[in-house]
Every structure is written in structure tokens, then in C-alpha cells.
């Protein structure tokens, strides 16, 4: 895994629940939309921490897999789930979300979550589409464009975030509804970005600024990666967005 792996793992060890915009709460939002209910069964992509998948279990009493590319993820997630008492109804497992380990047909919802804009998007959903029960749902939660990025831009965050690439939350819905999803809706929320910059620091409190000034000191190839994330988000507000897309299979 490249250095966004290091950056995450950096993220949540210095106090970050989530790393998605909106939090849990946009999470909770999506997860309605797809029509999550009790004792469905419900994937994961990209769990991170595993917070997503701890969460809807025991709010909804839903089965819940989560998957991550990172060995490192997949031990905290396990981890968090046993310190739940969630082991049984939460599982975690180290997979490629472009060649998920199950059957055709296995979950009635997928969920990812600023996941699938650091995967190849086609071979990303194709597994997604296959891995859902027919009827079920997939709801993706990522940043978008607004509105079209200069090539500069798209290189930068190319660069900047592992072969991160986006696109604005219509272009979302033509690429799921091309790739076959029925009844595809999307939810800007690029409203709530001010408002979310200042709930991510304070959701890091002092006590994690201090552990994240502290890390970074040892590790100036992270400290670079974090200074140039800043400046994109400082220099091309206007362009980025947040939203989410939620479609079914037919
Ligand atoms: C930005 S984090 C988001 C984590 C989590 N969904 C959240 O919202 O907190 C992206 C996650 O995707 C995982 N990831 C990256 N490439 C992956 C792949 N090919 N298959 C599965 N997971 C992957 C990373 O390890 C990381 O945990």
C-alpha cells in the first residue's frame, strides 16, 4: 500500500473516528437511503477502522463484513469490534475491493466510503454490482468535483493521493447507471464543507493536534503529503464536493 495507507493509519491514531467526510452521521443517512434494515447482510468496502461497520451493526442489528486492502486496518478494526462485544454480527477481512473473496449475490447492501476514487472505478463496482442480491442496494460516499477540474487539479490529487480520481456526483450517477444500477439518486452535501472543517478539528482536540504536530516531526515525507492535501483544499475550494450516490441492483 502507498503513503495514503501511512496517512490514514496517522489520521486515526491521533484520534479520527472516521475518514469520510460528514462523519457517521452522513454514514446513517446513506445507510437509510439503501433501505438498511435488522439482520440484513451488509459489506463494507474500504472499512478503515471499522467504525462504519460497528456502527450499523448495532444500530440496525445487521450482519456486517468489512473489508480493507490493509492488514494494519483490518487488526484495528477486529479489534474494535471485540471491544463492542460486535464479534458474531462483525467481521473483518484483508481484500482487494476489485476482487472481493465472495460469492455472486451475498450481501443486500454494499456500502464504500472515500474508497472507491483511489480504486479503478469500473472493476470497483463491477465487484460491488456482483457481491449484492438482486434488488439490493449500493451506496457510495465520496468527494466529488462540483464542477469540471482543471488537468492541474486532477494531477494534483492523482498525485497527492495514490491515483485518486472523482468525479461530479451527475457523472456518478451516468457511470452507475451505465454499469447497470437501477434508480440511482445522488446527495450533494458540499454545503456542510466549513462546517465540517471545523467539526474535523475539534474532533482532533488539542491532545491529537499535539500527536499528529509530534508524529509528523519524524516523518517528513507524511509532513510534505499532509502540507500539499492542505493546499488543495486551500487553493481549489470552489471545485471540490461531497456527496453520495445510492442505486440498486436490478
Ligand atoms: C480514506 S480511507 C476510508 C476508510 C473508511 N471507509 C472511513 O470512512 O473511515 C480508505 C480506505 O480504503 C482502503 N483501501 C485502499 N485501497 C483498497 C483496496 N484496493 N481494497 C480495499 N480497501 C482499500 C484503505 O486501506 C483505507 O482503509
Redesign the pocket.
Given at each position: 500500500?502507498g503513503k495514503?495507507?501511512d496517512i490514514?493509519e496517522l489520521m486515526y491514531s491521533c484520534g479520527f473516528?472516521?475518514?469520510?467526510p460528514g462523519g457517521i452521521e452522513k454514514?446513517d443517512e446513506m445507510a437509510r437511503m439503501c433501505g438498511i434494515e435488522k439482520n440484513q447482510k451488509v459489506l463494507?468496502?474500504?472499512?478503515?477502522?471499522g467504525?462504519?461497520a460497528c456502527y450499523l451493526a448495532q444500530k440496525y442489528g445487521c450482519e456486517v463484513v468489512g473489508?480493507?486492502?490493509?492488514e494494519r486496518?483490518v487488526a484495528y478494526a477486529k479489534e474494535m469490534a471485540r471491544n463492542k462485544g460486535l464479534l458474531g454480527w462483525v467481521d473483518f477481512i484483508r481484500?482487494?475491493?476489485?476482487q472481493l473473496p465472495f460469492v455472486d449475490e451475498s450481501f443486500d447492501i454494499v456500502l464504500?466510503?472515500?474508497?472507491t476514487v483511489?480504486?479503478d472505478r469500473e472493476k470497483a463496482f463491477s465487484e460491488f454490482l456482483r457481491v449484492t442480491k438482486s434488488g439490493g442496494a449500493i451506496g457510495d460516499l465520496e468527494m466529488t468535483w462540483q464542477k469540471a477540474p482543471p488537468q492541474e487539479l486532477m494531477d494534483r490529487v492523482y498525485e497527492a493521493w495514490d491515483g485518486f480520481t472523482t468525479q461530479t456526483l451527475e457523472e456518478w450517477q451516468k457511470f452507475c447507471e451505465q454499469m447497470g444500477m437501477v434508480g440511482v439518486q445522488v446527495v450533494d452535501f458540499s454545503e456542510a464543507i466549513p462546517d465540517m472543517e471545523r467539526d474535523m478539528k475539534s474532533e482532533l482536540g488539542l491532545k491529537g493536534k499535539i500527536k499528529l504536530f509530534g508524529k509528523l516531526l519524524f516523518r517528513p515525507d507524511l509532513r510534505r503529503s499532509m502540507n500539499e492535501s492542505s493546499k488543495i483544499f486551500k487553493n481549489y475550494t470552489e471545485y471540490i464536493g461531497y456527496g453520495y450516490i445510492v442505486g440498486k441492483k436490478s
Open positions: 500500500m495514503m495507507a490514514d473516528e472516521v475518514l469520510h454514514t463494507d468496502v474500504g472499512a478503515g477502522k467504525v462504519t473489508i480493507d486492502a490493509s486496518m481484500a482487494d475491493a476489485c464504500a466510503e472515500c474508497t483511489l480504486l
